[in-house]
């Protein structure tokens, strides 16, 4: 229970851009504790975190380019995590392309049906458009699933799973 709330404190803290108790920068928490909280529901075959982390096993910076966030595998499905401290119609132009990318190349890579949570503080509008296009129309030829959050949604998400 300690670490679900830890989780869920953390979080909030990153929503609210609360420093005091965080690390490191809030792009590098985020997916830190999103990657925690995806473990904490724990009923998953592997979450695999794709940002570099030094000897303590700590990220020491976000996922790189052209991968993404965090991949998440389970017995019936596949799924990709993208994470964001993105707001502003900079979300849409940085993450609406990428994201979809992102997904596209995993589904190729794992034939699974594959799905993609997208998390941010808030989510602008042109880019909840844009997935919306890919999931109800088409994105290189094929439907996707996409489902954006925020992050307080998330941080339900885990408090009712548990």
Not at 28 to 33: A, G, V, Y
Not at 97 to 126: G, N, T, W
Request: glycine residues 2%.
């Amino acid at each position: 229970m300690q670490k679900i709330d830890e989780a869920i404190q953390a979080l909030e803290d990153i929503r609210n851009h609360n420093k005091a108790n965080l690390a490191k920068k809030y792009s590098i928490e985020l997916e830190k504790w999103v990657n925690v909280a995806l473990n904490i529901i724990n009923d998953s075959i592997l979450i695999k975190p794709n940002a570099p982390v030094g000897d303590d096993n700590e990220p020491t910076y976000t996922a790189p380019s052209g991968v993404a966030d965090i991949e998440c595998f389970y017995e019936k499905f596949s799924a990709i995590c993208e994470v964001t401290m993105l707001t502003s119609r900079d979300q849409w132009f940085n993450e609406g392309q990428p994201v979809m990318r992102h997904l596209r190349d995993f589904e190729k890579r794992h034939k699974k049906q594959s799905y993609c949570l997208f998390i941010a503080p808030r989510l602008h509008q042109d880019t909840v458009n844009t997935f919306y296009n890919s999931v109800k129309y088409e994105y290189e030829v094929e439907k996707q699933k996409i489902i954006p959050n925020r992050i307080a949604q998330s941080s339900i998400i885990i408090f009712l799973d548990n």
